[in-house]
């Protein structure tokens, strides 16, 4: 056997169905960039039939689905990620792997958050996720916390958690703009750039409507006309994919 049918035999197989998804996944971003989201999920769905079990392309899946509106999609699939992993991992999971497990509690609190289902149980998935940090804060995890203890009518520990949310959010979005610029900046196609800025706001825009509703919740009408009018300004709505 020549040297090249050794490659094709023991490199091709392993090599190919990552490079079909990685293509798949390219034009995924590409219809995503250019805000067609039901083709984005299609390429994103023919990426994962050549590689099923690839944890990034499946929480592009949930992140897509959260986008269409879908939540009840994006639950499942959360909930077959975070079952799939902890089938692939020991009992503690071993500390390099616990931001994937932390992302993926996040990711399915929120899921049952957003689907309205099993909300203490969203409440525990997110209390786990809290631990894993060890002292550390996150503003994603505790905008998802927060809304949870909004949905559950516990709206004065909600504003707590909200509050420390934005502030850190405020606080690190300066950074993460110089990030895009760093990784985006020199290109003439300025398209991810301007999706990365976009994302960044839309983010924003989720954490101050879940502070309006706290706020409105507890009376405080001033405020919550503040953020819910900023969020809509920067994007907020289930219509645009961004709740």
Known sequence: MTVGAILAVTVLPGWFPREMARWHEA??????LEGNLPAASAANSRALWWTPDDFA?????????FRLGDAHAALQEADAMLADFQAAMPDPVPVPYQEQLISLLNQRAYARALAGKEVEAALQDVNHAMTLLRGAESAAILDTRGYILHLLGRNEDA????????????????LQRQGLYSMY???TDQRNLRRGEQELQEGFAVLLHHRGLVYQSLGKDILAKTDLDRA????????????
């Open 159 to 174: 504003r707590r958690d909200m509050e420390r949310a934005v502030s850190l959010m405020q606080a690190n979005m300066a």
């Open 232 to 243: 809509q300004q920067l994007g907020y709505g289930r219509e645009n994919g961004v709740w």
């Open 185 to 187: 900046g020199y290109l």
């Open 57 to 65: 392309l499946r929480s592009r899946k949930v992140t897509l689905q």
């Open 27 to 32: 034009w995924a971003e590409y219809e995503e």
